[in-house]
């Protein structure tokens, strides 16, 4: 079964900074872009940041500066680096990823979502 699985959030103090994970596992062939998104209360979810196979990446106008996307390709991970945190970055932060599986076809799949919460 493949899956996206994320940790690393948790409660932190504005200014703060925490690391977020996504490992995704399965019958996978490569993988494609992998990125993160956030959902915050009453809001629709947005990017945040992705990233390309070829580590291309994009953030959205809010983050810049404070967060990085990275990825290593061996171990099927994409992390989010979040510094400076700021009480409005508090969301639900998704993991997204293409997937081109056994078939050869791609699949988007989305992780369960991890919180994170700045508290100011």
């Known amino acids: 079964q493949v899956q996206l699985v994320e940790s690393g959030g948790g409660l932190v103090h504005a200014g703060g900074s925490l690391r977020l994970s996504c490992v995704a596992s399965?019958?996978?062939?490569?993988?494609?872009?992998m990125g993160w998104y956030r959902r915050a209360p009453g809001k629709q979810r947005e990017l945040v940041a992705v990233t390309s196979r070829g580590n291309d990446t994009n953030y959205s106008d809010s983050v810049k500066g404070r967060f990085t996307i990275s990825r290593d390709n061996a171990k099927s991970t994409v992390y989010l680096q979040m510094n400076s945190l700021k009480p409005e970055d508090t969301a639900v932060y998704y993991c997204h990823s293409l997937l081109l599986l056994s078939d050869y076809r791609q699949y988007s799949y989305w992780g369960q979502g991890t919180q994170v919460t700045v508290s100011s």
């Open positions: 399965g019958r996978i062939f490569s993988i494609n872009t």
